[in-house]
């Protein structure tokens, strides 16, 4: 990936109960370019949003960090986690006005059918089996990419003159797909950039869809006869 | 010096692919090599750290759950089985995993003698890789100190 300046890189917030798995994940995402924030559970990651203040407001150590100050372009959580489960975590996010549009992923180590499925539905982008591989990883680009250049277009609405000059300087040199919406934008320069980023935000959109049915029929195409295992909760 | 790093790499060769072949590791284990890099040089040996942590909390954990002079909550025994099974399969440690399977169906089963050989067994299994792995450090040090480079070892 390789996105140039600290502020363009996308921030993953990643929610895990097991501290390997939070280092692991850790990892595995800075080595994808990521900036990224580890929580040990969903009360936590609802804290780091901004979320907190609602649900536990008499607590003195939640933090006071406001929604606007911390951009999170995904959140990628644990399924299986004490109290709240990813999916509990899935649906808050997903039913909030501020958080809805943060693209959610959930991991898992069991393959249970029914449990990817629920997520998918409540608007979970992916559904990975553990341990997370670096080509997971891949599928995640395009659903940051939307949220970022939400964001991008907000700013560069106030800045047409610098996407210009941007444009006469640098040379087109797609290296993977998922560069294409950044490409567009230096390449269609005669456009007026609200135009640019309004064909650019259609295109992701396109590649999320795809992902979303191509991950969909992956996680439905597992053994159906395997027993299902709940989920155990933890008593800590 | 060169024969003796050439020789040390060798030995290093011989023993990581030995670990493999035994099935003491899996693919999951090659994973976490390549994560490592000039950013995080320690990165395998913290990862490994906190797996050995958690072998040594989760098994008390079972101990305790198995050691009741009344009913054995199962469930609860099962739950630190999970967490295990998830930590083995994150490192790449594929006898501890492949244990916690077995383990887990007879906390599914409320078997109780069944359950007691498997901590028995995940105990000895953990220690064996523990002490397998800190070998295959050791190596890799020597390789260092002898002034040669820790090869990447290809399995399959």
Known sequence: MGMAAAESQFHVLAVDDSSLDRKLIERLLQKSSCQVTTVDSGYKALEFLGLGQGIESNDPNALSTSPQEVEVNLIITDYCMPGMTGYDLLKIVKESSAFKNIPVVIMSSENVPARISRCLEEGAEEFFLKPVRPADLNKLKPHMMKTKLKHQKLEEIEEPLNVVAAAASVEPEIKDPTEVGIKILTLQSELEPKQVHLQVVQQEEQTLSNNKRKSMEEGLSTDRSRPRFECITTAV | ?156
């Open chain 2, 1 to 156: 010096m060169d024969a003796l790093v050439a020789q040390l790499q060798m030995q290093y060769r011989n023993y990581t692919v030995s670990l493999y072949q035994q099935g003491f590791l899996d693919d999951q284990f090659t994973e976490l090599k390549k994560l490592q890099d000039d950013a995080s040089p320690d990165f395998v040996a913290e990862v490994l750290s906190l797996f050995f942590e958690d072998c040594v909390k989760l098994i008390g954990n079972m101990a305790r759950a198995l050691d009741q002079t009344g009913t054995v909550d199962f469930s609860q025994v099962g739950a630190s089985v999970h967490q295990l099974k998830g930590s083995s399969s994150s490192v790449g440690a594929k006898r501890v995993k492949g244990l916690c399977i077995t383990f887990k169906e007879y906390c599914e089963a409320n078997n109780y003698e069944g359950c007691v050989r498997c901590l028995q067994q995940v105990d000895i299994e953990f220690k064996a890789l523990q002490t397998k792995l800190q070998d295959m450090f050791n190596l890799e040090k020597q390789i260092i100190q002898a002034g040669g480079k820790v090869p990447q070892v290809d399995i399959n």
